[in-house]
Structure formats: structure tokens, C-alpha cells
């Protein structure tokens, strides 16, 4: 059995290495930092704060109904489902593994603004893809099933759509890692061997793309969300580095 020194020396390193960990993150990446650290807070408010709805005030409406207000293009960023972990772990694991990288890549000032961009180029493209996705759901067996006629389903898909999550910034930001540094190995769930980013990120890509025109029943994920931010992050990189291409090969 293990000493209580011993335990307490294991508990001491560890302890160690997590301060490291976050110290050097804080330094080197103030702005992915700080994004998570903000991502986090908000979560908790959306969990904790009540009676006052913060997913509603913070989520992004559709321009057309009475629960829209500007500030959404930027809070719904911020949010993520409050009914579970799921959701903020996934996008916020995936910011720290991309969002390093291209943050020491472009500096913490051009990171931020990058992010910033790909997150209101997100929520614009769901505000275009709204009326869309109302048609086709009034055309399905789900909205079909209601009795209502397609100009009542389409309003009411309207009024009550909502959208949260930073994971339009972050398709951005793995759009603009997938053409600075292609040639980066990644391993994917269930494949033994590494596929370059220039092949992985792409697919992710073309996924959300079919998944976003075929609208299955049941699918909640902002496909379209996802593919704004992934289309902003490619042309703002391409056009900041049009004369100055850097990969790490």
C-alpha cells in the first residue's frame, strides 16, 4: 500500500503540473485562455442563474421573431446546452487543440479578431439558412404530422428557433488550421492510423453540408452554423496570408 507521504507527494506533483499547464496556457495563449474561461462562466450562469432565462436572452433568434435582439449575433457564441456536459467539453476541447496553435500562429490580437469574425459570420449564415430549414420541416413527416398548413409551420419554426454554441467560431478556426498547417497529422475516432488535416477538416466539412441540406428528424446540430464560420475562417486566412503562406512543413 502507498504511504500517506507517498499519496501526498503524488497529489503535490499533480497539483504542480496543473498549475503549469495553466499557467503556460495563460501565457502563451492569453486569448484561448480566457475564451474558455469566459465559455465556462457563461454555462454556469445558464445553469445557476435563475428565474431569469439566460439561454433565451443569449441564444440567436431568427430576425423575425419577438425574442431577437442584436446582441445575439455575439452572445450565442458564448452558449451551450445547459442540459448537459456534453456540449461545452466537445467545443472547448476542440478550441484549446486548434485554437493554440493558430493563436501563436497569428498573435493574440489577430487570433481575437479572427475568432470574433467567425463566430458573427456563423450567425449570419443561420440567420440566411432559417427560412430553409422552416421549409423543410414543414415538408416532413414530423411537421406534416402537425395538421397546420406550410406558411403556419414555417412561421412557427421561426418564432421558435434558437441557436447556441461557439462551435461556428471554431469551424472557423479549423478551417483556417486545415490550410496553414495540411499537412499535420490527426488521429480520428475508430481509424488506427494518422490522416493529415488537410483531408480530416475538409470531410468534417462536407458532412455538415449534407447533413444541413438533408435536415433528419431529430438532428438539433447548427450544421449551417458550422459551415459559416468554417466558409468566413477560410476566406479571412486566405486573404491575410495570400503573400505570406506559412505551414509547419
Known amino acids: ?141 414530423e411537421g406534416i404530422a402537425t395538421g397546420m398548413s406550410t406558411s403556419e409551420l414555417v412561421e412557427a419554426y421561426k418564432q421558435q428557433y434558437s441557436a447556441i454554441g461557439a462551435s461556428g467560431a471554431i469551424m472557423g478556426v479549423m478551417a483556417a488550421y486545415a490550410y496553414l498547417f495540411p499537412n499535420t497529422e490527426m488521429y480520428v475516432y475508430f481509424i488506427p492510423i494518422p490522416i493529415k488535416a488537410k483531408f480530416v477538416i475538409p470531410f468534417f466539412i462536407l458532412l455538415d453540408l449534407f447533413m444541413g441540406v438533408r435536415q433528419i428528424a431529430g438532428d438539433n446540430v447548427g450544421h449551417f452554423a458550422h459551415l459559416g464560420g468554417a466558409l468566413v475562417g477560410f476566406l479571412l486566412i486566405v486573404f491575410w496570408n495570400k503573400t505570406n503562406r506559412k505551414t509547419f512543413y
Open 1 to 141: 500500500m502507498c504511504s500517506v507521504a507517498k499519496v501526498e507527494k503524488l497529489t503535490a506533483n499533480f497539483d504542480f503540473m496543473a498549475f503549469k499547464f495553466n499557467n503556460s496556457l495563460q501565457r502563451e495563449t492569453p486569448i484561448v485562455f480566457n475564451l474558455l474561461i469566459i465559455n465556462v462562466l457563461v454555462y454556469l450562469a445558464q445553469v445557476l442563474v435563475k428565474p431569469f432565462d439566460v439561454t433565451q436572452w443569449g441564444a440567436l433568434h431568427s430576425v423575425s421573431s419577438s425574442l431577437f435582439y442584436p446582441h445575439q449575433f455575439i452572445t450565442n457564441m458564448f452558449m451551450h446546452d445547459p442540459g448537459g456536459l456534453s456540449h461545452i467539453l466537445f467545443n472547448m476541447f476542440t478550441l484549446w487543440m486548434f485554437g493554440t496553435h493558430l493563436e501563436r500562429h497569428l498573435g493574440s490580437k489577430r487570433f481575437f479578431i479572427f475568432y470574433m469574425i467567425c463566430g458573427v459570420g456563423a450567425a449570419i449564415c443561420i440567420q440566411l439558412s432559417i427560412p430553409f430549414s422552416a421549409g423543410q420541416f414543414a415538408k416532413s413527416a
